[in-house]
């Protein structure tokens, strides 16, 4: 029987962008939980001070956030190895919900320390489940194109929701114009888990027993090198995270609604670049974009310290959106290094180390900022600049490659 013309045409764009039935669906619950959470996320530092937390308080926030971060990775990829793809996807929205509730419901920075714990389910149990999907479903060749098209799909939210949420928060201040986003978040999240109940994939299974150390084990040297300079970057990052909203709001002086704009911008840039990023990538291999990304991460703070008026900010906020060029070529280094039949245990342990190493650096950040706001900028810089070049000279793109086990065969 001939295949439907119009079937085809839909297939065809849809398979070059690396997109099935289980890539799509992780893309389309990346998206509505991506949509809802950027309407509040990047205010939190803000919400918390109007809640009465100390400026210590909120770097504690940004360090407590990459500390649970870090811990919740691997019992992430356990989850998703032990009971399946779509199961656990289900189980860390749900989760997530209730963080957003409490988030709604709290009337002080404690309580909202607790509610951003459970909240953050998603970005951070969840995320070796993706990673994970991408490497189950398609092959070596596609996934650079795989975390590209998840990466713009849900980050195009980004470009809009901060604005919304600056709106917001313009219209009824801080702590209602949060609250309101997060009652959005709450209906958002609720389609989700009607979107993750599509998953159909076959998980590698029968090595439920492997200890942590045994994953370490399995970790080939090029993936530990690569986290070891991952890491560097990353602290480059953390210093400074948390504090560029109160820098854009109080030090130069610009409005909520403005600094949704610089978001939006930083997120427009990365998205334009993700596609033809990809492209590049396969033709002349991905650590040549992961230099490119190391190197906008370094120089993003120092862009951002350097700048004075909100213009000057716009121009940060583009090489802020530089730093996810190579973000996709970097992920599907992890996912080739990762042994197939752990591969969601590999991918959750390499980001426990990575959030665990770079969990001190917001509260470090905090203390610099107390002497001179400009200081965990500038050493920022320093970190990113470091990390580059460990990165450069010793991670090579053909390292060694993991040998895989041999692994049953599960549905989920």
């Known amino acids: 029987m001939r295949a439907n013309p119009s079937v085809s045409m839909i297939r065809r764009p849809l398979s070059w962008l690396a997109l099935n039935r289980n890539t799509g669906a992780v893309a389309a619950a990346g998206l509505l939980m991506s949509l809802g959470e950027e309407l509040w996320k990047r205010f939190l530092p803000k919400y918390l001070e109007v809640s009465g937390a100390p400026l210590l308080v909120i770097g504690a926030y940004g360090s407590t956030r990459d500390l649970f971060d870090g811990l919740a990775q691997y019992p992430g990829g356990w989850v998703s190895d032990r009971f399946g793809r779509r199961a656990a996807l289900s189980f860390f929205v749900v989760i997530a919900l209730a963080g957003y509730a409490l988030l709604a419901l709290s009337n002080s920075w404690p309580q909202i320390f607790l509610g951003i714990v459970l909240a953050m389910a998603w970005s951070s149990m969840a995320s070796p489940t993706v990673f994970a999907v ?31 949420g600056g709106l917001l928060i313009a219209a009824h201040g801080v702590r209602e114009g949060v609250r309101l986003g997060l009652a959005i978040t709450i209906v958002l999240a609720l389609a989700t888990l009607v979107v993750v109940s599509r998953i159909r994939l076959n998980v590698a299974g029968g090595t439920g027993s492997i200890t942590v150390a045994g994953v370490w084990r399995s970790l080939p040297t090029a993936l530990r090198r690569l986290l070891f300079s991952d890491i560097l970057v990353r602290t480059c990052e953390a210093l400074v995270d948390v504090f560029l909203v109160i820098y854009a709001l109080d030090i130069v002086g610009i409005g909520a609604p ?29 650590k040549p974009l992961v230099i490119a990304t190391f190197l906008a991460f370094a120089l993003f703070p120092l862009a951002v310290i350097a700048a004075k008026s909100f213009t000057a900010l716009l121009g940060a906020f583009v090489i802020g959106g530089l730093r996810e060029i190579g973000e996709p070529a970097r992920k599907a280094l992890i996912v080739d290094f990762a042994r197939p039949d752990l591969r969601a245990r590999a991918i959750g342990l390499y980001y426990l180390v990575r959030s665990l190493s770079i969990a001190p650096a917001a509260m470090v950040g905090g ?13 920022a810089g320093g970190f990113g600049l470091l990390g ?24 989920d």
């Open 134 to 164: 991408i490497g189950d479903a398609l092959p070596p060749a596609r996934r650079a194109m795989g975390f590209s098209v998840q990466s713009i799909l849900r980050r195009i939210p980004i470009v809009v929701a901060p604005v919304l």
């Open 258 to 286: 403005q600094y949704g704009v610089l978001v939006g911008v930083q997120m427009t840039v990365s998205i334009l670049g993700y596609l033809p990023a990809a492209r590049l990538a396969d033709r002349i291999g991905r």
């Open 388 to 411: 580059t070049v460990v990165f450069a000279a010793m991670v090579q793109e053909s390292g060694e490659l993991p040998k895989p086990g041999t692994p049953g065969r599960r549905i």
């Open 367 to 379: 203390l610099l900022w107390r002497s001179h706001y400009s200081l965990p900028f500038l050493l």
